[in-house]
């Protein structure tokens, strides 16, 4: 007995194609959208039915996409197309790779590598329309204004499929017809193991065209039926640049509406770019201009924009993250990152903590409730709980030759342009001075100055640089300081 779970015996996603409009030294499928390749937005698609097996077809650039597929889905069976063209071809030689051991029984999927936007939803459609309807081939199929250069259905009096009849070989009145073959289909394995042994390259391309099997599996008595689909971005390929983009567009279009149907503010959709692997907690707000990349994560009450790009990066409870760009960082429960910060990877902040104007950070651990505000420079460094790094701190941790550590303990406050070259160590509880240039470790609850006392030479500008602005005004501030101290207490 088969489990109600269980998925079709087989997915076949074509993906042999070369791809030339896209004219570009990357294959076609590798190509991104959402933070995915075209061919890792098939892979999704495709898992998403729960196959028993997976199986790509490749053959342009085969080893570039063998490595990718298998990085991505390493249960994926890589299968290579000889030189006989055609989608026919390609699924025949899926098919035999797959029977191998043993002979496939059921519904067999077959998807393309570049359509992107093909959904779950609609792939669980067509399957559980060619399961519930008992069909040897279900195609799924869209109604074009334009129609040319796809397969166009054929359907009888009846309004039955019977066949399909591609673009190069169809005549005037076919031509006319407007639903199209997407290319996605559900088979039944062995209708289709007998019919693509039947199919010949006799037609105008020279190729051994898979639309042939919906003809010989209706002439073979199977019942062949279609699932029409008014949703044309979900068959569309991208088959050049331009059309790669509208696609990435209406993605990113869906995306950011699924994740305001879940609650999360988005001021303006427009300009916010959501990857589709990226994760958000409801009542997350985004302002415009914001763009999450990758692995990102943002959780509840936190709000993130204007004008923000972050790929990899984990964002705490009620946090604010304004005007950065970010990598591979954690920013934790409401801390507090920007304007105009650059967050590099390994940076980990903890709760509470800030990271400010104009700070570059990376790899570096700063704990709970420590501040870095304003204009700095930390990496490779630790800092621990409630410290305040002070305005234009920098630590210095590149010796020309190698990288070293900089640890802060809790509690500390630094002065104004410090600088901790290291290897250096700072206790807990520890101050800096102003401009202090941190070359030995300073010990808890020590003060560390480093810049010789100040000696104020009086008089110099007068002496040295007379008939100037500045010794004009100086010698006015020194007259009316020593000659009438008393006048402006007078005079007010
Ligand atoms: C095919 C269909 C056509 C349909 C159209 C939808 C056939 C004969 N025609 O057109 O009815 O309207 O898709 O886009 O099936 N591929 C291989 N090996 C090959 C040839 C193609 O793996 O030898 C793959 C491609 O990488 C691509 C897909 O199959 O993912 C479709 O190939 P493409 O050449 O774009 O489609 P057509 O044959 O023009
Ligand atoms: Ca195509």
Redesign the pocket.
């Known amino acids: 007995m088969i489990p109600e779970n269980a998925g079709p015996a087989a997915v076949i996603v074509?993906?042999?194609?070369a791809?030339t409009r896209m004219k570009s030294r990357t294959p076609k499928?590798l190509h991104e959208i959402g933070g995915l390749s075209m061919v890792g937005h098939a892979l999704r698609a495709a898992r998403s039915i729960n196959p028993q097996r997976l199986a790509i077809?490749v053959?342009?650039e085969r080893d570039l996409v063998e490595s990718h597929v298998a990085a991505l889905d390493p249960q994926a069976l890589i299968v290579d197309?000889d030189d006989v063209?055609?989608?026919?071809?390609?699924v025949e030689a899926a098919l035999q790779a797959l029977d191998a051991g043993q002979a496939l029984a059921g519904t067999v999927v077959v998807t393309?590598?570049?359509?992107p936007l093909l959904s779950a939803e609609l792939l669980t459609e067509l399957v559980a329309t060619h399961e519930f309807e008992g069909n040897a081939v279900t195609v799924l199929t869209a109604v074009l204004d334009d129609a040319t250069?796809?397969?166009r259905i054929l359907r009888g009096e009846d309004g039955s499929v019977t066949g399909?009849r591609?673009h190069k070989d169809s005549s005037e009145a076919e031509k006319l017809i407007r639903e199209?073959?997407?290319?996605i289909y559900a088979f039944d394995a062995a209708v289709l193991r007998e019919a693509l042994a039947k199919v010949t390259t006799d037609n105008a391309q020279g190729?051994k065209?898979?639309?042939d099997v919906l003809g010989l599996a209706r002439e073979a008595g199977g019942r062949v039926a279609a699932v029409v689909t008014a949703d044309r971005w979900q068959?569309e390929?991208a088959?050049d640049r331009v059309q790669l983009a509208a696609l990435g567009a209406e993605l990113n279009r869906r995306t950011v509406e699924a994740w305001m149907r879940a609650g999360v503010t988005v001021v303006d959709p427009a300009t916010t770019w959501i990857d589709s692997t990226v994760t958000l907690d409801e009542d997350v707000r985004l302002l415009p201009n914001t763009q999450l990349h990758g692995t990102t994560t943002v959780a509840r009450d936190a709000v993130v924009g204007p004008d923000t790009t972050l790929t990899d990066v984990e964002i705490g409870e009620g946090a604010s993250v304004a005007r950065t760009h970010g990598s591979g960082s954690v920013i934790g429960p409401r801390a507090a990152v920007g304007p105009f910060t650059y967050l590099r990877p390994g940076t980990v902040l903890g709760e509470k903590g800030k990271i400010g104007a104009f700070y570059e950070t990376k790899n570096v651990t700063i704990g709970r409730g420590s501040k870095l505000s304003h204009l700095g420079y930390a990496g490779d460094a630790e800092i621990g709980e409630d410290t305040n790094i002070g305005c234009g701190n920098i630590t210095a941790n590149y010796d020309g030759e190698k990288k070293h550590r900089t640890v802060i303990g809790s509690g500390v406050r630094t002065g104004s342009n410090t600088v901790f070259v290291a290897p250096v160590t700072v206790g807990d509880g520890a101050y800096s001075g102003a401009g202090a240039v941190i070359r030995k470790d300073v010990p808890a609850g020590a003060l560390a100055l480093s810049v010789a006392a100040q000696r104020n030479a009086e008089g110099w500008v007068p002496a040295h640089r007379p008939g100037t602005r500045s010794a004009e005004l100086a010698q006015a501030a020194t007259n009316d300081s020593s000659s009438t101290p008393a006048s402006t207490e007078e005079g007010k």
């Not at 063209?85 to 390609?90: D, E, K, L, Q, V």
């Not at 199209?180 to 290319?183: F, K, P, T």
Request: a negative charge.
């Open positions: 074509l993906a042999a194609g791809g499928i077809v053959r342009h197309q063209p055609g989608t026919g071809r390609a393309y590598g570049d359509v250069g796809y397969g399909i591609e199209v073959n997407s290319g190729e065209y898979l639309t068959v390929g088959n």
